[in-house]
C-alpha cells in the first residue's frame, strides 16, 4: 500500500529528529525545563510521518543519538568514550526499533479509517502505547534493562507529576505522548479540523495537570539521622581500607546526640570494610547504635562463599546485623560483567577494571525499624518498578534510598536519579530519604517536595522527622498489569490497523472493476 505523504523529506527530518533528541534532553535534569519534553516529543512524531521502515529506522536512530548521547554522557566521566557511545548507541537502536512502529501506525491508522475522531484519539493513544513499547523494551533488555531516561522522569517538577500517583510512570508517559500526538494529528487535519477535535488533546492535558496525587494514610512521623559523607568512595578515588568510613563517622558527629533519633542512615559503601568481617569495625557499629539509642542501617560490600554482594544491613548493638537486604540489579558493567569472555575480547583494558562481581540479591526490600517499616533501593535499584512496588506490598511505609554518586562527580546523573527518586514519592504516597556519599541528598514528603537538604560534594548530615504512610495508591496496586495493558494493546492495535488498511485497500481496488458491470446491468435494464 502507498506511503502517506511524507511532512518532511528525508535530510529535513534526520534534522528535527537530531534537533527534537537535543530538546527532548533539556526537558530533563539538570536545566528540568519540562515544556521542552513535550516539544522534542513532537519534533520526534512529525519526523516519523510518512516515512518508510528504512527511513523511520534512521529518524528514530538519529532521534535516540541526540537524546542518548546527552543524557548518559555521565558514563564516560572516568571510564572514557567506549562505555558512553556503547550504552548509547544500544539505546538509540531501540528507539530506531521504536520509530518504525510508529510510522507504520501513521501508515495504517489513516487508511483504516478517515474518521476524524480516529484520527484525534485512536491514532494517538496507539502512538502513545507504542512509545511506552519501546520505554518497556529498553527497560528490560538486555542483561535486566536500563530504564533511564523514561519520559516520565522529566516531569518530577512539573504540574504533569501527580499522575503518576495514578498511572504510574509508564501511564504518565503514555499520556505525554497521546498529549503531543493528538495535537500533531489536529494540526494535519487543515481544513477538517474543528474545535471539537481538539477536546481529546485538552481534555487529557488539563486533566493531568488538575489531578490531585493520590492521599495515602497518615500513620506517624520517623526521626531519621542521615549522613552524606563526601568520603573518596569513587572507583578510581585514592584512598586506604576505611578511609570512606572514617568520613562517614566525621560527618556524624554533629547529630550523635540528637535527642529521640529512630534509625541512624548511611549511604550506598557507606562502610568501606564489611563490620561482619572486621571485629574493630563492628564494635565502631555498636557504638554508633548504642550512643544514638536507635539501629544504624549502613551498606557495604559483603562476600559469602565465592560471591560478592552490595548489601545494606540494619545494625543494633550487641546484635549485629539483624537485617540485610543485597541490591537486586546489578548494574552490568558496571558491578559485574556478563558474558565476560566475550567482552574481553573486544576490551580488554576496560573489563578488567571490574575485577569482581556482585550477585544479585533475592532478599524482600524492606527492614522492620522497630517504629516502621522501611522500603530500600540500592543506587540504580530506584529505577526498577517491580523492586519498589514489592516493597510496598511488603509493608513499606517509607523509603530509604542510598546511593553512591562519587563516580559522576559535577555531571547532570545525581539530578537525574534524584528526579526518579521524587516521582517515587509521589507514585508510592511514601516519604523518601534519598542519601548519597556525596550528593545529591534529600528528604522528599509523600507530595513529591523537598523538605530537607544537604548540599553536594559536602560532608554533612540530616535530623528530619519523616512522615509516615500506609495504604497503596492506584499505581502500586494495579503495578504491572497497566504498563502490560499499554504495551500489548499496542501491539494488538498496531496489527489490527495493518490487517483494516490491507482489507480497505483490498475493497478500493475491487471497486473500479465492479463499476463497469454495474453499469450494463443499468444499461440492459433501460433497453
Known sequence: MPLPRPLLPLWAAVVAAVAGGLVYDLGFPGLSWWPLAFAGIALALVSLI?????????????FGLAFYLQQVSWTALYLGPVPWLALSILESAFVAGGGVLIALAYR???????????????????????????????????????????????????PFADVVSWVGSTGLGFVMVFIVASAVEWVRLGSRRGIRSLIPAVAVAVAAMLVPAWQTADAGTLRVASVQGDGP??????????????????????????????????????????????????????????????????????????EYFNTSMLWRDGKGAVATYDKRHPVPFGEYIPDRDFYYAIAPDLIGLVQRGYTPGTNPPVFDLGDAVTGLAICFDVIYDDLVWEAVDDGAQVFMFQTNN?????????????AIARLRAIE??????????VGTSQVIDPA???IDSLPAYEPGA???????????????????????????????????????????????????AAAPARDAETDGEAG
Open 108 to 158: 495504517w491508522v489513516p487508511r483504516a479509517s478517515e474518521v476524524v475522531w480516529v484520527r484525534v484519539l485512536v491514532l494517538p493513544a496507539l502512538i502513545a502505547g507504542l512509545w511506552c513499547l519501546r520505554e518497556a523494551v529498553v527497560g528490560t533488555f538486555p542483561y535486566g534493562g536500563f530504564p533511564w531516561g523514561r519520559a516520565a522522569l522529566s516531569q518530577s517538577e512539573s
Open 50 to 62: 510518512g516515512r518508510s521502515s528504512w527511513g523511520a529506522a534512521l529518524v528514530g536512530l538519529a
Open 406 to 418: 562519587a563516580d559522576f562527580r559535577g555531571t547532570d546523573e545525581n539530578e537525574q536519579q534524584l
Open 233 to 306: 568512595a569513587g572507583y578510581f578515588d585514592e584512598r586506604e581500607a576505611g578511609d570512606v568510613l572514617l568520613a562517614q563517622l566525621d560527618a556524624t558527629q554533629p547529630v550523635l546526640d540528637e535527642p529521640d533519633v529512630d534509625v541512624l542512615l548511611w549511604p550506598e559503601g557507606g562502610s568501606d570494610i564489611d563490620p561482619n568481617r572486621s571485629d574493630r569495625v563492628a564494635d565502631v557499629f555498636d557504638r554508633l547504635s548504642e550512643r544514638m539509642d536507635a539501629p544504624v542501617l549502613l551498606n557495604t560490600v559483603t562476600m559469602r562463599g565465592e
Open 462 to 512: 540530616m535530623v528530619t522527622d519523616v512522615a509516615l504512610r500506609d495504604g497503596s495508591t492506584p499505581a502500586v496496586t494495579l503495578g504491572v498489569w497497566l504498563p502490560s495493558v499499554l504495551v500489548w494493546g499496542a501491539l494488538v492495535g498496531l496489527l489490527a490497523a495493518g490487517l483494516l488498511a490491507q482489507r480497505r485497500a483490498g475493497l478500493d481496488a475491487a471497486a473500479p
Open 428 to 437: 508510592t504516597g511514601r516519604s523518601v530519604v534519598n542519601i548519597s556519599t
Open 448 to 450: 513529591g517536595r523537598t
